[in-house]
């Protein structure tokens, strides 16, 4: 559960035709690190997702900020509801 919001399930599910790139992003600093970005697009040139490994440790990042935060207010008494 995650700010309120459970997963229910697959409505629905099929296999379709995309294609895969994956690529080398970064310029190797800190906060631009190199790594290789997984892109779907559809058959005709539209970009359907992006799978950006630097993206997911930033929202990994947010989640801890949100815990802590969360912690720090059960210590001080602060009602969330």
Avoid at 31 to 48: A, E, F
Avoid at 64 to 76: I, P, T
Wanted: net charge negative; charged share 25%.
């Amino acid at each position: 559960m995650f700010n309120g919001i459970t997963a229910r399930g697959t409505d629905s599910a099929k296999v379709i035709e995309v294609i895969e790139t994956k690529a080398m992003k970064g310029t190797g600093v800190q906060t631009d690190p190199v790594r290789i970005v997984t892109q779907y697009w559809s058959l005709d040139g539209k970009l359907l997702a992006e799978c950006d490994p630097s993206a997911l440790i930033i929202q990994s990042d947010i989640i801890q900020d949100e815990k802590d935060l969360f912690e720090q207010m059960k210590h001080r008494h602060i009602s969330i509801d």
